[in-house]
């Protein structure tokens, strides 16, 4: 038998995909149980709700939990991350929750909250925070630092943000992440004046080869992943821009690597430079003006409006929609002041 492993982590979608090729003397032996044995730190409960999901294919083709593998199947199956062995504390932390059924929750996160438990951020989570609201749910009783989580936003992004509350959702959300099917908007201020109303930005995004903190566009080559963003201009302030930003897929800062490609850095994003006067004069009083709305927004200028998927249980369409923060809106409203009394 040969196995490949490619993790997928985008912006932030979090599940594993595996690939298996039986070995030509392969015994006939359920999928489930094969599976089992197969993927380290997988139960047969966590194998069979991604085959419920449609999440496992033979052949490419879907199959059911009886199914018998035999000599040189192709096994193909996308599942939601392993349980860590992390002590995931539930804290009674406030969450603005915009909806909430037996499936799923929809959270507004606010700015400075980390998504989920990891290297100096072991408190104080959004996952801390669900772990205590759903924590008579089984998914969060169990050892894993990320349950429920199918995507996460970045520290300092405001905006929407789906939760699933099953293994059943969980693995039905993360097929519509893998496949590109979920429909995120995202509302950002960036530096410039663009010439175009609209556009797209595409070029791979992997980790940096000089700052590990940061992503970068590798746009000939095979490093990174595949990234696809669309923008549309909302608003023209000269020096700075309000735009409008879908994701076709979705890799780590996508938004905020992007638009440093194209020389459009996010307003007041220290990591990929935006933190400077990159448009306008040298007076100044524009210079105060400037700095006054990093103090009004003391963070990269970037939240997650939207979200549309398919409901993992009733099939439905679902769509979230959300206010920009009041820093942003503050910040917009100056900027629009400071354009008209020019």
């Known amino acids: 038998m040969t196995k490949e492993k490619g993790e997928v982590s985008e912006n932030q979608e979090l599940f594993e995909h595996y690939k ?38 033979v052949n490419d083709k879907k199959i059911k939990s ?47 909250m980390v998504v989920h438990p990891g290297h100096g951020n072991y408190t104080g989570t959004l996952v801390n925070a669900l772990a205590f609201h759903l924590k008579d749910t089984p998914l969060f009783q169990e050892k894993d630092e990320r349950p429920g989580l199918v995507h996460r936003i970045d520290k300092n992004t405001t905006g929407i943000m789906v939760i699933a509350k099953t293994e059943e959702a969980k693995n039905k959300l993360a097929k519509q992440f893998f496949d590109h099917s979920i429909e995120r908007k995202y509302i950002a201020l960036v530096w410039g004046g663009f010439k175009e109303d609209k556009g797209t930005v595409e070029g791979n995004i992997g980790r ?24 549309k201009v909302l608003e023209d302030f000269s020096y700075v821009s309000l735009v409008e930003c879908q994701l076709e897929t979705g890799r780590t800062h996508q938004i905020r690597a992007h638009m440093e490609f194209i020389n459009h850095p996010l ?26 709305c990093f103090k009004i927004l003391p963070r990269h ?17 679902m769509f979230f929609d959300s206010e920009l923060p009041e820093d942003m809106n503050t910040t917009i409203e100056k900027w629009r002041d400071y354009i008209s009394n020019r």
Do not use: W
């Open 20 to 57: 298996f090729v039986c070995d030509p003397g392969q015994k006939l032996l359920r999928i489930d149980v094969f599976l089992t044995h197969k993927i380290e730190g997988a139960s047969r409960n966590r194998i069979q709700s991604s085959i419920s999901a449609g999440n496992v294919f």
């Open 66 to 112: 009886n199914y018998k593998v035999k000599p040189k199947d192709v096994i193909t199956i996308l599942m939601s991350e392993p349980p860590r062995e992390i002590e995931l504390i539930p804290e009674d932390i406030p969450l603005n929750i915009v909806y909430e059924d037996d499936d799923i929750i929809i959270v507004n996160k606010e700015a400075g």
């Open 208 to 231: 940096s080869l000089k700052d590990r903190l940061k992503m970068t566009v590798f746009p000939d080559g095979d490093f990174g992943k595949r990234a696809i963003t669309h923008y």
């Open 267 to 292: 307003f007041n994003d220290e990591r990929y430079g935006g933190n400077k006067i990159l448009r306008g004069t040298t007076f100044t009083k524009y210079k105060q003006f400037v700095n006054n």
């Open 301 to 317: 200028a970037l939240h997650a409006k939207s979200l549309g998927f398919i409901h993992p249980r009733t099939g439905e369409k």
